[in-house]
């Protein structure tokens, strides 16, 4: 189990080395895989402008629990919609 174990952190090593060589999405997503976490259902919003997302959001939410206060939009200098984790 133990070379089970280190070869996984060496897998996890390489998908973050990956953030200095790809786009933060495609690097955050390779990860997630990686970490058991992916889905079929994404959207391309078309760029990673913070106000494209939260218009996204504005346009799509069925209630108002998103909070662009609490959620520090403001500070956002990028934002990407990797996908949908649930229904």
């Known amino acids: 189990m133990a070379t089970n174990n280190a070869d996984f ?13 790809k786009p933060l999405s495609e690097a955050a997503t390779g990860l997630l895989a990686i970490l058991g976490y992916q ?10 402008k913070p106000q494209t997302f939260l ?13 662009e206060t609490k959620a520090l939009a403001t500070d956002w200098q990028s934002a990407n919609l990797l996908f949908q984790l649930t229904d």
């Open 9 to 21: 952190r060496n897998v996890i090593r390489a998908a973050l080395a990956a953030f200095q060589k």
């Open 39 to 48: 889905s079929d259902r994404t959207v391309n919003l078309g760029d990673s």
């Open 55 to 67: 218009d996204f959001v504005r346009s799509n939410a069925s209630s108002s629990n998103f909070n």
